[in-house]
């Protein structure tokens, strides 16, 4: 069992909310890739759903909700 540390959880809020709001901007899951790959994430599809990736480790970071990640 892993330890989820409050840090962690403040830095995965963030990380959502600048998902959201790139996908706001953008007109398409392209772009919206795109756009999150020039922070330096990575939209991953899981059995969970679609999952944010660091893009150069590869770690998740967090998960999109259902309704955004369409």
């Known amino acids: 069992?892993?330890?989820i540390h409050s840090s962690e959880v403040f830095?995965?809020?963030q990380?959502?909310?600048l998902v959201l709001s790139?996908?706001?901007k953008a007109l398409s899951t392209r772009e919206w890739k795109h756009r999150l790959a020039g922070y330096g994430y990575n939209l991953v599809q899981?059995?969970?759903g679609v999952v944010v990736t660091?893009?150069?480790t590869g770690t998740q970071v967090?998960?999109?909700p259902g309704?955004?990640?369409a």
């Open 1 to 3: 069992m892993s330890v």
């Open 11 to 13: 830095i995965a809020a």
């Open 15 to 17: 990380v959502l909310d």
């Open 22 to 24: 790139e996908r706001r």
């Open 46 to 48: 899981s059995d969970d």
């Open 54 to 56: 660091n893009l150069r």
């Open 62 to 64: 967090c998960t999109v």
């Open 67 to 69: 309704e955004a990640a």
